[in-house]
């Protein structure tokens, strides 16, 4: 149970230091904004590698949806670091 | 070692953070972007340093194949279709955090076979929202790629999606006591049918809002992917799951709030409203009948006169001036005004476009220097020193009908007040509703002149006319 406070602690102190930062990016940039954090998260992809990669505790369909999910993150990260890198290197081009 | 790979995670939230700082500015938000990029594999080195990982041959193919896929897919997608993307990233980002907790769950299975875990409440709850958002964020997400492709219409009638929506949530309730108070280890073919239900409620959740309350619905499900993160955290007792998680919920939630009020909606009338075309919609002969005999028509050749003489222009782009492509038409005749000493500037709605900023994105691709882009409360008093504004595709978001009248459904909703110009240009292709479904009374005005047709296509005719005349 103390972790759990701990971890919620934690949840809900980040959420703060989310709305503070993201509240001062301008509207500009909210579309980057957007495809930057959805690459953030796939941060997720760090459950899926210790899921999968887990030596004696696993089954093959659990290895299976692992490795599943560890696709599905990496997509999610490589596609949206990589856009949003392309939509700023238009933004940076030109500076009025 | 375990206490370094914590370090090391912290180390990314760090970075993260940062790296969102970073966007504050569109000077530093390329280098805020790859320190989030740097952050991101600072978390990947970390978590194949845990202890627990110790076969890497799948993580690698699997960290290839993906890698590969988005490395396509970022590369081959237009601008116009960033939203489309987002979505789909946001769904498969939901769909990995399902498969973590189900694949946790049966790892799970085996440890307690070893009498190494035992499932606590907070355990069995953490596994079962992880699911219920992983799951929602992935068919939500395909549901709103979609209807934002235009694949899939509104329905007429929402009134089985809500009763699917009410249906799943007690079911799903019922399921997870049964989960929680019986054998929680060993509910296998409870917890598919819970995975299967809560697909099914993605679904049911996001087909009724109307597809031009897609942008809502995209920065909504930006936000469960975040929130499906944090959860998938929970379950795995990992701290830079939670902090990153609850970072990127946050940031969903903020554009969420902001699209929301740029409509003068609430968000539970976004997500339980149905569609304002659906719920207002005229007839097509009431429509004619509105601007029957009152339109003034323009052709490209008067408009090219009209700007000529033009001091102050400011451009209003819109949705169909994405659907046209006619972002890079746009600039150059930006340009031409500017060359002839007629002062440019782009009014830019909150709502313009398919998602937050996405008009930005579109202009900064035509290499519009971000500076000439005004938002919609500075622009505003501007417009009466404005000798013509150009009205690109848009239509609810300069409808005056939402300052005055009651009982319209935008009523309330800010709008960009274009008619206050001294000439107004109107570029669509017909007198056809927007999103909303009511005809739009900027059309009628005394000042205000009609250019039917295809925005890149107008904007082209008239570029030659004022390089010919």
Same mark, same amino acid.
């Given at each position: 149970m103390e972790m759990l406070i701990l971890t919620f602690t934690i949840f809900v102190l980040a959420i703060f230091v989310g709305v503070e930062i993201i509240n001062k990016v301008p509207p500009t940039l909210h579309t980057p904004l957007? *495809?930057?954090?959805?690459?953030?998260?796939?941060?997720?992809?760090?459950?899926?590698?210790?899921?999968?990669?887990?030596?004696?505790?696993?089954?093959g369909l659990s290895t299976f949806l692992g490795v599943l999910g560890i696709v599905l993150a990496t997509i999610n990260i490589f596609g949206g670091f990589l856009v949003t890198d392309r939509m700023l290197q238009m933004f940076k081009k030109k500076k009025g | 070692m375990q206490a370094f790979v914590n370090f090391f995670y912290l180390a990314a939230a760090v970075l993260f953070i940062l790296g969102i700082k970073g966007m504050t500015k569109p000077k530093t938000a390329v280098r805020g972007n790859q320190l989030s990029a740097l952050g991101m594999g600072l978390a990947v080195l970390a978590a194949l340093l845990d202890f627990h990982v110790v076969s890497y041959g799948t993580i690698i193919i699997g960290i290839l194949a993906g890698g590969a896929a988005g490395v396509y897919m970022a590369r081959k997608v237009q601008m116009t279709s960033v939203p489309e993307m987002v979505a789909l990233l946001n769904g498969l980002g939901g769909?990995?955090?399902?498969?973590?907790?189900?694949?946790?769950?049966?790892?799970?299975?085996?440890?307690?076979?070893?009498?190494?875990?035992?499932?606590?409440?907070?355990?069995?709850?953490? =596994?079962?929202? *992880?699911?219920?958002?992983?799951?929602?964020?992935?068919?939500?997400?395909?549901?709103?790629?979609?209807?934002?492709?235009?694949k899939v219409d509104d329905p007429k009638d929402i009134r089985n999606y809500k009763l699917g929506v009410k249906a799943s949530f007690a079911l799903l309730f019922v399921g997870t006591l049964t989960l929680v108070m019986g054998d929680t280890l060993n509910s296998g073919v409870l917890l598919t049918l819970m995975i299967l239900l809560c697909l099914v409620l993605g679904v049911c959740l996001v087909m009724p809002i109307g597809g031009a309350d897609m942008p809502v619905v995209v920065s909504l499900l930006n936000s469960y992917s975040g929130i499906a993160g944090a959860a998938a955290g929970f379950v795995l007792g990992n701290n830079g799951l939670i902090i990153t998680? *609850?970072?990127?919920?946050?940031?969903?939630?903020?554009?969420?709030?902001?699209?929301?009020?740029a409509m003068n909606r609430s968000l539970v009338n976004v997500l339980f409203g149905g569609s304002m075309a659906a719920a207002a919609g005229i007839s097509k002969s009431e429509n004619d009948a509105f601007y029957e005999g009152k339109v003034k028509f323009a *052709?490209?050749?008067?408009?090219?006169?009209?700007?000529?003489?033009?001091?102050?222009? =400011?451009?209003?782009?819109?949705?169909?001036?994405?659907?046209?492509?006619?972002?890079?038409?746009?600039?150059?005749?930006a340009s031409l005004l500017e060359s002839a000493g007629a002062k440019v500037k782009y009014a830019i709605h909150p709502v313009a476009g398919r998602m937050p900023g996405h008009m930005n994105v579109l202009l900064a691709e035509a290499e519009v220097p971000y500076d000439q882009l005004?938002?919609?409360?500075?622009?505003?008093?501007?417009?009466?020193q404005t000798d013509v504004a150009i009205v690109l595709g848009a239509n609810d978001v300069v409808n005056p009908v939402a300052a005055k009248d009651k009982n319209s459904p935008i009523y309330g909703m800010p709008i960009l007040e274009v008619y206050n110009a001294r000439t107004v240009i109107v570029v669509k292709r017909g007198l056809s509703p927007g999103f909303a479904g009511i005809p739009n009374e900027l059309f009628i005005r005394e000042n205000t002149l009609m250019v039917p047709g295809d925005a890149k296509k107008v904007l082209q005719d008239v570029i030659k006319a004022l390089r010919e005349g």
């Amino acid at each position: 149970m103390e972790m759990l406070i701990l971890t919620f602690t934690i949840f809900v102190l980040a959420i703060f230091v989310g709305v503070e930062i993201i509240n001062k990016v301008p509207p500009t940039l909210h579309t980057p904004l957007m *495809s930057g954090t959805n690459a953030i998260s796939g941060i997720v992809v760090v459950g899926a590698i210790i899921s999968s990669g887990a030596g004696e505790h696993t089954s093959g369909l659990s290895t299976f949806l692992g490795v599943l999910g560890i696709v599905l993150a990496t997509i999610n990260i490589f596609g949206g670091f990589l856009v949003t890198d392309r939509m700023l290197q238009m933004f940076k081009k030109k500076k009025g | 070692m375990q206490a370094f790979v914590n370090f090391f995670y912290l180390a990314a939230a760090v970075l993260f953070i940062l790296g969102i700082k970073g966007m504050t500015k569109p000077k530093t938000a390329v280098r805020g972007n790859q320190l989030s990029a740097l952050g991101m594999g600072l978390a990947v080195l970390a978590a194949l340093l845990d202890f627990h990982v110790v076969s890497y041959g799948t993580i690698i193919i699997g960290i290839l194949a993906g890698g590969a896929a988005g490395v396509y897919m970022a590369r081959k997608v237009q601008m116009t279709s960033v939203p489309e993307m987002v979505a789909l990233l946001n769904g498969l980002g939901g769909g990995a955090s399902l498969l973590v907790a189900a694949a946790n769950y049966l790892e799970s299975q085996q440890l307690s076979g070893m009498g190494q875990f035992d499932p606590t409440v907070e355990w069995s709850v953490a =596994v079962i929202l *992880s699911i219920l958002v992983g799951a929602v964020t992935l068919t939500g997400s395909l549901v709103a790629v979609g209807k934002l492709m235009g694949k899939v219409d509104d329905p007429k009638d929402i009134r089985n999606y809500k009763l699917g929506v009410k249906a799943s949530f007690a079911l799903l309730f019922v399921g997870t006591l049964t989960l929680v108070m019986g054998d929680t280890l060993n509910s296998g073919v409870l917890l598919t049918l819970m995975i299967l239900l809560c697909l099914v409620l993605g679904v049911c959740l996001v087909m009724p809002i109307g597809g031009a309350d897609m942008p809502v619905v995209v920065s909504l499900l930006n936000s469960y992917s975040g929130i499906a993160g944090a959860a998938a955290g929970f379950v795995l007792g990992n701290n830079g799951l939670i902090i990153t998680g *609850s970072l990127v919920g946050a940031s969903g939630l903020i554009l969420t709030s902001i699209m929301c009020k740029a409509m003068n909606r609430s968000l539970v009338n976004v997500l339980f409203g149905g569609s304002m075309a659906a719920a207002a919609g005229i007839s097509k002969s009431e429509n004619d009948a509105f601007y029957e005999g009152k339109v003034k028509f323009a *052709s490209a050749d008067e408009v090219a006169m009209m700007l000529e003489t033009a001091k102050r222009v =400011v451009f209003v782009p819109g949705y169909g001036l994405a659907v046209a492509q006619a972002q890079h038409a746009t600039r150059e005749l930006a340009s031409l005004l500017e060359s002839a000493g007629a002062k440019v500037k782009y009014a830019i709605h909150p709502v313009a476009g398919r998602m937050p900023g996405h008009m930005n994105v579109l202009l900064a691709e035509a290499e519009v220097p971000y500076d000439q882009l005004v938002e919609m409360d500075t622009i505003n008093p501007e417009f009466p020193q404005t000798d013509v504004a150009i009205v690109l595709g848009a239509n609810d978001v300069v409808n005056p009908v939402a300052a005055k009248d009651k009982n319209s459904p935008i009523y309330g909703m800010p709008i960009l007040e274009v008619y206050n110009a001294r000439t107004v240009i109107v570029v669509k292709r017909g007198l056809s509703p927007g999103f909303a479904g009511i005809p739009n009374e900027l059309f009628i005005r005394e000042n205000t002149l009609m250019v039917p047709g295809d925005a890149k296509k107008v904007l082209q005719d008239v570029i030659k006319a004022l390089r010919e005349g």
